[in-house]
């Protein structure tokens, strides 16, 4: 066996001589917090995302929800999500932006009247550098003011943003690399809703790059039972594929004009069941996010006893599931009852199997 060769060592350690030149050492590394994600099994807390779908699909509602879940620190998809100021380019469908809001604080039974999300109303070229640094600028100057920082930043959509051709793998590859510095410079998600091509089966619409470019990859899609929806995770760099149910609701959200009624779409608070996609790669219909696990947790910590449905809900609301609100433990209670999980006996007694 030949030996290792031997060099003339610095008085230093190697880490502060890579670090005086300029380099990240390895202890600097191994030195970070692993990070927490921004919504778990779904998004990383920094990074860069597309959400694409067909027309119809709902992009732009779900792209709306996490706005506001985020910003308001409540559950995304039955998933905990990590709180704080989110910032949307609603670059299409301006005159529904005030339905949608009110349509979401509805349905969740939220006061908006101050959340900490900033607004962008008009397309701006995202692949212009000087563009890209006074938007970086903007943010961190609120994040400075407010003391709040920016968890999510969603870019809807990229044909308003983009100033270039899609086809084009270079107008694609400035606007991507504009994602990733907008992502690292806040230290934050961005997420851009996209559409998909006549060809669902290819994904994203346009060049190769966004299916390469992108952290995540987030596909929209109706499924097999009129009016579900499906989100599938086609690419998810540092994690495995997942798919789970997307549900929409009509809510009726005040009154225009002429007095007549105002709805807008809003994304269910039933919605994100784990799909079976069938390929190996998705939990199977047993798994549970972490809200789940936890409200099972209360039953079996109640023992062979069980608990009525009512204690049940109350010790669930108790432990702080899902921000306090009542919809997620009746929501979660319902479905481990119907997936298995719970033993409901004779006298209404609810026991964890």
């Not at 983009?162 to 961005?190: H, K, P, Y």
């Amino acid at each position: 066996m030949t030996n290792p060769t031997t060099y003339p060592m610095s008085s230093r350690p190697f880490a502060e001589d890579a670090k005086s030149c300029g380099f990240t050492s390895l202890p600097e590394v191994l030195g970070r917090e692993f990070p927490v994600d921004l919504i778990w099994d779904l998004f990383p807390q920094v990074g860069t995302a597309c959400l694409f779908g067909a027309p119809g699909t709902g992009k732009s509602f779900v792209a709306f929800n996490i706005v506001m879940s985020v910003a308001a620190g409540l559950d995304v998809l039955g998933r905990r999500s990590l709180q704080g100021m989110t910032v949307y380019l609603s670059t299409e469908g301006k005159s529904g932006l005030k339905a949608r809001a009110m349509a979401w604080a509805e349905a969740r039974g939220t006061d908006i009247s101050d959340l900490p999300v900033a607004l962008i109303e008009q397309p701006m070229n995202l692949r212009e550098k000087e563009t890209v640094a006074k938007l970086i600028d903007r943010i961190k100057q609120l994040e400075a003011a407010s003391g709040i920082p920016c968890r999510f930043i969603c870019v809807d959509t990229l044909s308003q943003c983009l100033f270039g051709d899609e086809n084009r793998q270079e107008d694609m590859a400035e606007f991507t690399g504009a994602m990733t510095r907008i992502a690292n410079a806040l230290t934050t998600q961005v997420c851009v809703v996209h559409h998909s091509g006549k060809d669902k089966s290819k994904g994203a619409r346009g060049s190769s790059v966004i299916s390469g470019n992108f952290d995540t990859l987030l596909a929209l899609e109706e499924d097999s039972d009129e009016g579900q929806f499906v989100l599938r995770t086609d690419k998810q760099k540092n994690g495995g594929k997942a798919a789970v149910s997307i549900k929409f609701e009509m809510v009726e959200c005040g009154e225009d004009g002429d007095g007549e009624p105002v709805y807008s779409l809003v994304v269910s608070g039933g919605s994100g069941e784990p799909v079976d996609i069938g390929n190996g790669s998705q939990p199977v219909s047993r798994s549970l996010t972490p809200n789940g696990k936890k409200v099972l947790e209360v039953l079996r910590a109640a023992g062979p006893d069980g608990l009525e449905l009512g204690e049940w809900r109350k010790r669930v609301r108790t432990a702080g599931i899902g921000s306090g609100r009542d919809a997620t433990a009746n929501e979660w209670t319902k479905k481990l009852v119907e997936r298995d999980f719970v033993e409901v006996r004779p006298d209404g007694k609810h026991v964890a199997k």
